[in-house]
T-cell receptor
C-alpha cells in the first residue's frame, strides 16, 4: 500500500521556469493538501481540495495553482518559479477535511529555484 | 488569528534522558490536536488528542492535552538515537475546513 506518492523527489529550476508537482493517493481519501516547509517555519498550507472538484486557498497560495484531476490526484503548479519558492513541498490526504482522522503525508519534493 | 507555538525549538539530550516537548495553541472552535514525528522525509502521525487530561501512550511516548490552558505536551522517556527528529504539533478547529495549523516544530537530537 503506497499511501501518498509524490513526484519528482528533487528538482532544480531556473527563475521563471514552470513546473508541476504531482501527488497521488491510493487510500480513497476525499481531501488532499499541499504544504511547503521552510526552515524554522513548520508546514504552511498552500492549497487544499476538500473533495473532488473543489479547491481552496490556504495560508500561502501566491505564485501557485492547483488542479484536482480526479479523486486520486492533486497537482501543484508553479507558473513562473521564483527563488522564494525554494522549499520542500509535501502533499497530504485525509478521509475528509473535518474528519477525526490524521492526514497522511507523502515523502516530499525538494525544489530549488536558482 | 489562530496560532501555535512549540518549545523548545531545539533540544540536545543523551540516550536514556527523558524529554518534554511543549505546544501551546489558540484555535477557534478547537476540535483536536495532532502530534507528528518527522525524520528525513514525511511527517508520520503519532497521536490525536481530543479530550483534556486523558494521556495517550505509545511505547516510550506519551501525550496529554489541557483544553483549559490551551496546551499539550509530548513526553519521551528513555530516549534513543532513533528518536532524533522534528516533532510537530498541529491543532485542528471546526471552522478551518480540516486545515491543520502546524507549529514550527521542536528539533530533538539524541546523542549516544
Amino acid at each position: 500500500n503506497a499511501g501518498v506518492t509524490q513526484t519528482p523527489k528533487f528538482q532544480v529550476l531556473k527563475t521563471g521556469q514552470s513546473m508541476t508537482l504531482q501527488c497521488a493517493q491510493d487510500m480513497n481519501h476525499n481531501s488532499m493538501y499541499w504544504y511547503r516547509q521552510d526552515p524554522g517555519m513548520g508546514l504552511r498550507l498552500i492549497y487544499y481540495s476538500a473533495s473532488e472538484g473543489t479547491t481552496d486557498k490556504g495560508e500561502v497560495p501566491n505564485g501557485y495553482n492547483v488542479s484536482r484531476l480526479n479523486k486520486r490526484e492533486f497537482s501543484l503548479r508553479l507558473e513562473s518559479a521564483a527563488p522564494s519558492q525554494t522549499s520542500v513541498y509535501f502533499c497530504a490526504s485525509s478521509p475528509w477535511t473535518a474528519s477525526n482522522q490524521p492526514q497522511h503525508f507523502g515523502d516530499g519534493t525538494r525544489l530549488s529555484i536558482l | 488569528e489562530d496560532k501555535v507555538v512549540q518549545s523548545p525549538l531545539s533540544l540536545v539530550v543523551h540516550e536514556g534522558d527523558t524529554v518534554t516537548l511543549n505546544c501551546s495553541y489558540e484555535v477557534t472552535n478547537f476540535r483536536s490536536l495532532l502530534w507528528y514525528k518527522q525524520e528525513k522525509k514525511a511527517p508520520t502521525f503519532l497521536f490525536m488528542l481530543t479530550s483534556s487530561g486523558i494521556e495517550k501512550k505509545s511505547g516510550r511516548l506519551s501525550s496529554i492535552l489541557d483544553k483549559k490552558e490551551l496546551f499539550s505536551i509530548l513526553n519521551i522517556t528513555a530516549t534513543q538515537t532513533g528518536d532524533s527528529a522534528i516533532y510537530l504539533c498541529a491543532p485542528l478547529g471546526d471552522n478551518q475546513g480540516g486545515k491543520l495549523i502546524f507549529g514550527q516544530g521542536t528539533e530533538l537530537s539524541v546523542k549516544p
